[in-house]
């Protein structure tokens, strides 16, 4: 979680180095971290950065965003969706990392004027797929369905064969979504088509035996629906669903439903939010 401690860098970020200049997916949860970074890859290279690329519009993966736009001069690649999503939840992503850092900060500050309007010339929003080239280094960029969220993206880094899935990926932390699960469910499909020897997260360390954490989250998610539909099936409300898992995770219940992964970093907080977005989508099915 975001807070004064880590200053938003809660987080996986991506430098992708080329012949001929660098590409960053995505800019961290504060202008804090979005400095580090630039200060980082100064230090590494000194090609231009050309690409800035942001997974999905939550605020610990844009919110270095402002930083990164106007100290470089990057074209900015984002699905279609993304742009009115940003500006919908703006005004709530300042006000949340107020609290995160206790008070007003300059950081929220600078966020508060910030409108991706005044960027439209470099923005490219990306609607199904688009090809990237940073000199012997060619990215695939594409759309999700709405799964994560109704503006996920994921990279395709073909020399490495290594794909940047954003949070369609979680290692050690609960696996969340926010649109829809059936949608995160179906994307699995996509994402798995590309073979990729390493998926990166957008949160958790990226491992080579990363194909057990995998199929631990696809086996969260379908039993997530699985019980939530059982649920509705015999008639429990929303309340009493949500009092269940509270009382599971507590007890550590290693029972056959959704908390015996509770293993996973803030099981406390996102798991019942989970149950209460899955409820709410599956109860009309």
Do not use: C
């Not at 610990?60 to 699905?79: C, F």
């Not at 009115?84 to 939840?89: G, K, N, S």
């Not at 990166?200 to 379908?222: I, L, M, N, S, T």
Request: zero cysteines; proline letters at 4%.
């Amino acid at each position: 979680m975001l807070n004064a401690s880590n200053q938003g860098d809660i987080a996986n970020i991506g430098v992708l180095i080329g012949q001929h200049s660098i590409a960053i997916i995505d800019s961290g949860g504060s202008s804090f971290v979005a400095e580090q970074l630039l200060s980082e890859i100064q230090h590494i290279s000194e090609l231009p950065i050309s690409h800035i690329i942001i997974t999905h519009a939550h605020p610990d993966h844009w919110m270095g965003l402002p930083t990164l736009l106007e100290k470089t001069d990057a074209q900015l690649l984002v699905n279609h969706a993304l742009v009115p999503a940003l500006a919908q939840r703006m005004v709530k992503d300042i006000a949340g990392l107020n609290d995160a850092l206790g008070g007003e900060t300059t950081q929220a500050n600078n966020l508060s004027t910030f409108s991706l309007e005044n960027y439209a010339n470099r923005i490219q929003a990306v609607d199904e797929t688009v090809m990237v080239s940073i000199g012997g280094r060619d990215l695939r960029i594409s759309t999700l369905p709405v799964s994560h969220t109704n503006n996920d993206l994921v990279l395709w880094d073909e020399i490495n064969q290594t794909l940047w899935a954003g949070d369609m990926f979680f290692v050690d932390h609960v696996p969340t979504f926010e649109a829809s699960l059936k949608g995160v469910l179906n994307s699995r499909n996509v994402i798995e088509e590309y073979s990729a020897n390493l998926i990166v997260p957008g949160h958790g360390r990226p491992e080579p035996d990363w194909q057990g954490k995998w199929q631990k989250q696809w086996q969260y998610f379908a039993t997530l629906m699985n019980s939530i539909r059982q649920q509705i099936s015999d008639g429990i409300s929303l309340q009493s669903a949500l009092v269940d898992a509270e009382q599971t995770i507590k007890n550590k219940d290693a029972s056959n439903n959704a908390t015996s992964f509770g293993d996973w970093r803030l099981m406390e907080i996102f798991h019942p939010r989970n149950i209460l977005r899955a409820y709410q989508e599956l109860e009309w099915e």
